[in-house]
C-alpha cells in the first residue's frame, strides 16, 4: 500500500497511515502457553467500577473525552511497561514477523531524532500540517532515526502497527488493553486526577513523565532528561505499579476511535465496552516525549485520540493485558 498517497492526518503529534482492513493473516501458529506464564510479572487490576473520561477545560475540542462516567471492568492484568526493543526482538526471532514498516519500506521519523548520515534516505514528500515528521527510507523498529541508527534495548518499542501490536500480543498470549481498560489501569487506583500520579504536572518540580519542555517543534530543552524515548521505568510507577502510562510512547488500544459511541447510554458502553463495531482508525492513549502544552496536551489521563491501523512512527508502541 503507498501510505504516502493514502495518508490522512489526524489532528496531534503522530502522522496517519490510509484505512487497511481490520485483519491480516498472522503468519504464525501462537505458542501454546501456561497462563500462570502468561501472568509472570504482570500487575492485576481489581475488577470494579470506574469513573473514566474527563472534563478538562483544556481537552482538545472534538476528541471526546467526556463525559465522565461509571464503568464496569472486570479484573485484569496489564503489564507493567509498554514493550521493550528487546521482548520486540524476542518475538521476531520466534515467529519471523515483519512489520508493517519493514514491509513497506519507510516509517515516520520526527525531524531532530533523524541520523545525520540518513538525510539522503528521507522521502522526497512532505506531511501537511506536520513538517516535522520526515517518511524516511529504512526506518522501523530495529532503526528508530533511520537506517544508520540504533536503539537501546530497555526503550519502548516504536515503528509498529496497530497490526504488529496485534501481532506480538497474540503470540505472547495477551491482548491489546480495551481503551476503558488502559485508562482504568493508567489512573492507578486514583479517582479524578489530571495525570496517573495526581493533579500536578510536575509534583514539587520533579518530572513524571518524558513529555517536551521548549518551544515545539523546534527547541527541546529536555529538562527530563530526553529528547526521543527513555527507558521504560525512567520515573515513578502510579499507584498499580505501571509506568510510564504518561508521555514516552503512545499505546496502541483494541477499540476502533469514536467521538459519542462511549457517550451514549446504550448496550455496551458500560460494562466492559470494547469500543463501536466500524470505523478505520483505532485508538492510541497516553501521549508521548513530543506531546507539549503549546500543541498537544493529551499526555493528561483522560485524553484520547486515534491513528489508522498501519501507521508506524517513532513515537507509537504497545502494552498488553491479559483478562480474568
Given at each position: 500500500m503507498d501510505r504516502l498517497a493514502g495518508r490522512a492526518l489526524k489532528p496531534c503529534c503522530t502522522p496517519a497511515g490510509a484505512a487497511s482492513p481490520d485483519v491480516v493473516p498472522l503468519g504464525f501458529t501462537p505458542p501454546e502457553r501456561d497462563r500462570a506464564s502468561v501472568l509472570k510479572g504482570m500487575v492485576a487490576v481489581p475488577g470494579g467500577t470506574y469513573l473514566l473520561g474527563g472534563e478538562d477545560p483544556d481537552a482538545n475540542a472534538g476528541d471526546g473525552e467526556g463525559p465522565v462516567r461509571e464503568v464496569v471492568l472486570g479484573p485484569f492484568s496489564v503489564d507493567p511497561v509498554a514493550v521493550t526493543v528487546a521482548k520486540f526482538a524476542t518475538f521476531v526471532k520466534a515467529t519471523g514477523h515483519v512489520t508493517t514498516a519493514e514491509r513497506e519500506g519507510w516509517s515516520y521519523v520526527f525531524h531532530l531524532l533523524l541520523d545525520p548520515a540518513d538525510r539522503a534516505a528521507v522521502?522526497?514528500?512532505?506531511?501537511?500540517?506536520?513538517?516535522?515528521?520526515?517518511?524516511?527510507?529504512?526506518?522501523?523498529?530495529?532503526?528508530?532515526?533511520?537506517?544508520?541508527?540504533?536503539?537501546?534495548?530497555?526503550?519502548?518499542?516504536?515503528?509498529?502497527?496497530w497490526y504488529d501490536a496485534?501481532?506480538?500480543?497474540?503470540?505472547?498470549?495477551?491482548?491489546?488493553?480495551?481503551?476503558?481498560?488502559?485508562?482504568?489501569?493508567?489512573?492507578?487506583?486514583?479517582?479524578?486526577?489530571?495525570?496517573?500520579?495526581?493533579?500536578?504536572?510536575?509534583?514539587?518540580?520533579?518530572?513524571?513523565?518524558?513529555?517536551?519542555?521548549?518551544?515545539?517543534?523546534?527547541?527541546?530543552?529536555?529538562?527530563?532528561?530526553?529528547?526521543?524515548?527513555?527507558?521504560?521505568?525512567?520515573?515513578?510507577?502510579?499507584?498499580?505499579?505501571?509506568?510510564?502510562?504518561?508521555?514516552?510512547?503512545w499505546e496502541w488500544c483494541a477499540d476502533r476511535w469514536s467521538t459519542d459511541w462511549?457517550?451514549?447510554?446504550?448496550?455496551?458502553?458500560?460494562?466492559?465496552?470494547?469500543?463501536?463495531?466500524?470505523?478505520?482508525?483505532?485508538?492510541?492513549?497516553?501521549?508521548?516525549?513530543?506531546?507539549?502544552?503549546?500543541?498537544?496536551?493529551?499526555?493528561?489521563?483522560?485524553?484520547?485520540?486515534?491513528?489508522?491501523?498501519?501507521?508506524?512512527?517513532?513515537?507509537?508502541?504497545?502494552r498488553c493485558v491479559v483478562g480474568a
Open positions: 522521502v522526497d514528500a512532505h506531511v501537511p500540517g506536520t513538517p516535522w515528521w520526515l517518511p524516511v527510507r529504512g526506518a522501523d523498529w530495529r532503526h528508530p532515526g533511520g537506517p544508520h541508527s540504533g536503539v537501546a534495548q530497555n526503550h519502548p518499542v516504536t515503528h509498529v502497527s496485534c501481532a506480538y500480543a497474540a503470540w505472547a498470549g495477551k491482548s491489546l488493553p480495551t481503551e476503558a481498560q488502559w485508562e482504568a489501569a493508567a489512573r492507578g487506583g486514583l479517582v479524578g486526577t489530571r495525570y496517573p500520579w495526581g493533579g500536578e504536572l510536575t509534583p514539587k518540580g520533579r518530572h513524571r513523565a518524558n513529555i517536551w519542555q521548549g518551544r515545539f517543534p523546534r527547541v527541546n530543552s529536555a529538562d527530563d532528561g530526553f529528547v526521543g524515548t527513555a527507558p521504560v521505568k525512567t520515573y515513578p510507577p502510579n499507584g498499580y505499579g505501571l509506568y510510564q502510562m504518561a508521555g514516552n510512547v462511549h457517550a451514549v447510554a446504550a448496550p455496551g458502553t458500560r460494562e466492559d465496552p470494547r469500543g463501536p463495531s466500524t470505523g478505520d482508525a483505532r485508538v492510541v492513549r497516553g501521549g508521548s516525549y513530543l506531546c507539549h502544552d503549546s500543541y498537544c496536551n493529551r499526555y493528561r489521563v483522560a485524553a484520547r485520540t486515534r491513528n489508522t491501523p498501519d501507521s508506524s512512527s517513532g513515537n507509537t508502541g504497545f
